[in-house]
């Protein structure tokens, strides 16, 4: 035999007492295999008895392969606080972490290890191969296999499907309704015909909703009577000798085939045969019959059918349409107008005599305008129904307008009634009322201003209005008077804005500035107290009376 080398003998030999000199390292508390649900939290432990004159080491393998604790620090993380633990939490977890977890602790003269499974349960997976077997107008018979059921059994399927005219991917009704876990076909129904269509089929189980499957091929049902009618079936108006017939299209989706139309029918109320014509478009929403002999404004029954490849379907509800109009033909009478101010003035006419064999006067035209301009440039206004008088405004001052009428319908317009001339008021006084002062007495505010003259080329003033109201108050009251002063009844507690403006035959002229009045205690207002107190009172409202004139007449 050959002697072994003195040098590697005394290592082994150092080894072996090594060994037993120290004591041996063991695990205490070891990992063990768990079922977890998808995205809980677990702590795997791996706790040992060592010698503490010895450095130890934990590691973790996952699947043979060594964890990596800052690169997948979102789930596994080192936990235990003493260098005899060495435990494992894994955090939220996904079924990615289903396997075989090694804890490996090593010293400098030993090592050992201590393994577990864990079983990670969820919902299914996607289910595969979603096959469409067989298609009709309405129904498709569908197949697939289960997917993963990830340690939980599946419990139901539900299938979806998807349309170029769908919001995404919508649950559809099937036969049987309710599909269970150990069945892997169902009949899809109420179905569109003649519309492309791709499923889909989604597993659940206790533990929630898995991923939906693949979409199957595209297939487009079979084609069919189409079933929906035009809605919101109307029409009237259009130009003489006209019948215009309008309806809502049919979506496409709704249309069960190719070759889509409509069937547009009519016939003079209260007759029997129907007139019918086909409008090939299934865009199209409108039909117009021209006939020179079409009476004008009579009444027709219509309906809108539908048609397409496989034949015709039903018609809409029955509704009435009249023909055209013709426009009002003659014009209004006894035209008179006048003034209400220097902006605004009333207008008031007759209804003309109209056969109602040829249509109905709907409103009136006002056209009015001023001598020196083009009455093509006039201004315009409307009414509706039977209104036969109306205010025109925004006019000029002292100036003279003529004015016409007449009738108008869906037709257009009738003949115009012979102008009229009206000359508006004067413009009211530009000046606005000044040197406003107030007083209180006996629970009163007294204001007083001064007369406001108008101008030559104003309106003659008539009186003032006074308005006022609380400063924390939107609504304004209003007094008239023919004087230049005024007693308001109003409560001291209270701050006051008033205002002050002339009116005449022109209208209202220029407001004074804002005046507020400031509350005033009622001891003041009633002139009780002592003498001291009344004094106080007078010097008061005679300072604010100075003020107040200071501050007008600037």
Same mark, same amino acid.
């Given at each position: 035999l050959t002697p072994k080398p003195f040098c590697l003998t005394l290592l082994q030999d150092l080894a072996y007492w090594g060994r037993v000199l120290v004591d041996p390292t063991r695990v205490m508390v070891s990992p063990f295999s768990m079922d977890v649900t998808v995205g809980?939290?677990?702590?795997?432990?791996?706790?040992?008895?060592?010698?503490?004159?010895?450095?130890?080491?934990?590691?973790?393998? &996952?699947?043979?392969?060594? *964890?990596?604790?800052?690169? @997948?620090?979102?789930? &596994?993380?080192?936990?235990?606080?003493?260098?005899?633990?060495?435990? $494992?939490?894994?955090?939220?977890?996904?079924?990615?972490?289903?396997?075989?977890?090694?804890?490996?602790?090593?010293?400098?003269? @030993? #090592? $050992?290890?201590?393994?577990?499974? $864990?079983?990670?349960?969820?919902?299914?997976?996607?289910?595969?191969?979603?096959?469409?077997?067989? *298609?009709? @107008? !309405?129904?498709?018979?569908?197949?697939?296999?289960?997917?993963?059921?990830?340690?939980?059994?599946?419990?139901?399927?539900?299938?979806?499907?998807?349309?170029?005219?769908?919001?995404?991917?919508?649950?559809?009704?099937?036969?049987?309704? *309710?599909? @269970?876990?150990?069945?892997?076909?169902?009949?899809?129904?109420?179905?569109?015909?003649?519309?492309e269509y791709e499923f889909r089929v989604v597993a659940a189980n206790l533990i929630g909703i898995g991923e939906p499957s693949r979409p199957s091929e595209k297939r487009r049902t079979e084609e069919a009577l189409p079933e929906v009618t035009p809605a919101n079936v109307s029409g009237g108006g259009g130009s003489k000798s006209e019948l215009v017939i309008t309806w809502e299209t049919v979506p496409e989706e709704l249309q069960n085939g190719g070759g889509f139309g409509y069937v547009v029918a009519f016939r003079p109320f209260g007759t029997v045969s129907w007139m019918q014509t086909v409008v090939a478009s299934p865009d199209a929403a409108r039909y117009v019959f021209r006939n020179e002999t079409l009476p004008p404004f009579s009444p027709y029954e219509v309906k809108v059918g539908v048609y397409n490849n496989k034949g015709e379907g039903s018609f809409s509800p029955v509704t009435v349409v009249y023909s055209a109009e013709e426009e009002p033909t003659r014009a209004p009478t006894t035209v008179l107008a006048r003034s209400l101010s220097a902006s605004d003035v009333e207008v008031s006419w007759a209804p003309p005599w109209e056969n109602q064999h040829k249509g109905r006067i709907q409103g009136y035209e006002v056209r009015c305008w001023r001598h020196d301009e083009k009455e093509e440039n006039a201004k315009r206004i409307r009414?509706?129904?039977?209104?036969?008088?109306?205010?025109?405004?925004?006019?000029?001052?002292?100036?003279?307008?003529?004015?016409?009428?007449?009738?108008?319908?869906?037709?257009?317009?009738?003949?115009?009634?012979?102008?009229?001339?009206?000359?508006?008021?004067?413009?009211?006084?530009?000046?606005?009322?000044?040197?406003? *002062?107030?007083?209180?007495?006996?629970? #009163?505010?007294?204001?007083?201003?001064?007369?406001?003259?108008?101008?030559?080329?104003?309106?003659?003033?008539?009186?003032?209005?006074?308005?006022?109201?609380?400063?924390?108050?939107?609504? !304004?009251?209003?007094?008239?008077?023919?004087?230049?002063?005024?007693?308001?009844?109003?409560?001291?507690?209270?701050?006051?804005?008033?205002?002050?403006?002339?009116?005449?035959?022109?209208?209202?002229?220029?407001?004074?500035?804002?005046?507020?009045?400031?509350?005033?205690?009622?001891?003041?207002?009633?002139?009780?107290?002592?003498?001291?107190?009344?004094?106080? !009172?007078?010097?008061?409202?005679?300072?604010?009376?100075?003020?107040?004139?200071?501050?007008?007449?600037?």
């Open positions: 809980e939290s677990i702590v795997l432990p791996c706790q040992v008895s060592h010698d503490h004159s010895l450095d130890i080491m934990f590691t973790w393998s &996952f699947n043979g392969h060594l *964890i990596d604790f800052e690169k @997948d620090g979102d789930h &596994f993380e080192r936990v235990g606080g003493q260098d005899s633990a060495g435990d $494992l939490m894994i955090r939220s977890i996904q079924l990615k972490h289903a396997g075989k977890y090694v804890c490996m602790v090593q010293t400098s003269v @030993d #090592k $050992l290890s201590a393994a577990a499974d $864990l079983i990670v349960r969820g919902p299914p997976g996607p289910p595969e191969a979603v096959t469409i077997d067989e *298609i009709t @107008d !309405t129904t498709a018979q569908l197949s697939w296999r289960p997917g993963a059921d990830n340690h939980s059994p599946i419990t139901m399927y539900v299938v979806q499907a998807r349309t170029p005219f769908s919001v995404g991917w919508q649950a559809v009704s099937t036969v049987p309704e *309710i599909i @269970d876990g150990r069945t892997f076909t169902a009949t899809v129904v109420g179905l569109n015909p003649w519309v009414t509706v129904g039977n209104q036969t008088s109306t205010k025109v405004s925004n006019l000029r001052g002292n100036a003279l307008y003529h004015l016409a009428v007449r009738a108008y319908n869906t037709a257009g317009t009738g003949p115009s009634s012979a102008a009229v001339n009206v000359t508006t008021k004067k413009p009211p006084p530009s000046q606005p009322p000044g040197n406003i *002062i107030w007083n209180s007495s006996d629970s #009163k505010i007294i204001l007083n201003w001064d007369q406001v003259k108008a101008l030559d080329n104003e309106s003659e003033v008539r009186g003032y209005k006074v308005l006022y109201r609380w400063n924390r108050q939107s609504s !304004t009251s209003v007094i008239e008077t023919n004087k230049t002063s005024v007693e308001l009844s109003l409560p001291f507690d209270e701050d006051y804005i008033i205002e002050i403006k002339p009116f005449s035959d022109g209208g209202d002229g220029s407001s004074s500035e804002q005046i507020r009045i400031p509350k005033i205690s009622n001891a003041y207002a009633r002139g009780s107290g002592s003498s001291t107190s009344n004094a106080c !009172t007078l010097s008061a409202i005679s300072t604010i009376m100075i003020s107040l004139t200071a501050r007008s007449s600037l």
